[in-house]
């Protein structure tokens, strides 16, 4: 077995001086930092993370900020402490173009460690399995600053940002989170309401509409839309079924807002309504829409749903 190296010196040490002579043993040196010594700890960052610019330098896409004109960027990051120095940072991010998606959301959760570096911290992500990002941290009150280290051994991260500025707000209200069916929908004046037979063909085609829109805890959401068609004024008699998924993000505040950016195959939206919550309905009234000018006409200016049972 192989002596360690601190034991095998404190061996020839006593053998050098001719064995126990009876003098007291040296203290043992106080191995704890000094009390004004920088710790690292997750709980400074503990909170809701609004991306507002990623520099990516000489690669592309450049510059993307969240205020970006013609390109721009929808993220935030949710870090929750685990221990002293571990916490999870939840992050969701979407691209626009001209204020319309341009490409899928990306969510997913990474794991995080906090050192301290001589007087500042240093971000140690797992973004993936296989690969982790190494940045450090500039903490100045609100405003978050994450500089990519290139040069730490551990650094795998295939190609981050150079710079990510954050700033920290208050969590995002969750009025609008949960399950929901429709109750009615307005579309260019005429409202529609859900489960209704109704003539969508003089003489030959009735239709019965529902749409469910699930709404996670982080504000990602999925609506399904579908359409029954009957040939018979009752809608007894079913001929066939059309519907229609859409995938998105919002960002809900003060339970009076929302903003909703979604996609469906090719095509990209975005709306906002403001929220009126009655007992286990909600009212969301359209106050803006792209793309212009067809959304005004297609988009729905009013939408009520129901909690769903």
């Known amino acids: 077995m192989r002596t360690p190296r601190l034991l095998l010196a404190a061996l020839l040490a006593a053998a050098a001086c001719g064995g126990d002579d009876g003098a007291p043993d040296a ?12 710790v690292a700890r997750a709980a400074d960052y503990a909170g809701l993370w609004l991306i507002t610019e990623m520099d990516f330098g000489d690669e592309e896409p450049g510059v993307i900020r969240r205020d970006g004109v013609p390109l721009s960027l929808r993220a935030d990051a949710l870090v929750t402490p685990t221990g002293d120095a571990t916490g999870t940072m939840h992050v969701r991010q979407l691209a626009l173009l001209q204020g319309l998606p341009a490409g899928e959301v990306f969510a997913g959760e990474q794991q995080l460690t906090v050192e301290a570096v001589g007087t500042a911290d240093r971000w140690v992500l797992q973004t993936a399995p296989d690969e982790v990002a190494v940045f450090d941290a500039a903490l100045a009150g609100d405003r978050l600053v994450l500089t990519h280290d290139a040069d730490d051994p551990r650094d795998t991260a295939d190609n981050p940002p150079d710079t990510v500025t954050c700033d920290r707000v208050p969590p995002w209200s969750t009025t609008t989170v949960g399950d929901w069916e429709l109750v009615t929908i307005t579309v260019d004046g005429d409202t529609i309401p859900a489960e209704t037979c109704l003539e969508v063909e003089a003489g030959t085609t009735w239709a019965m509409m529902s749409m469910a829109i699930s709404i996670d805890d982080r504000q990602l959401f999925e609506r399904v839309m ?7 004024d009752t809608c007894a008699t079913q001929t066939g079924t059309q519907a229609s998924t859409q995938t998105g993000f919002g960002e809900e505040e003060n339970g009076a807002t929302l903003r909703m950016w979604a996609t469906e195959g090719a095509a990209a939206e975005f709306q906002a309504f403001s929220l009126a919550l009655d007992g286990d309905e909600l009212t969301l009234t359209r106050t803006a829409c792209l793309p212009l000018p067809e959304c005004v006409t297609s988009a729905p200016t009013e939408v009520v749903v129901r909690r769903a049972p």
């Open 226 to 232: 579908t359409t029954r068609l009957f040939s018979d």
């Open 27 to 38: 203290p043992i040196p106080d191995a704890s930092p000094p009390p004004d010594a920088h």
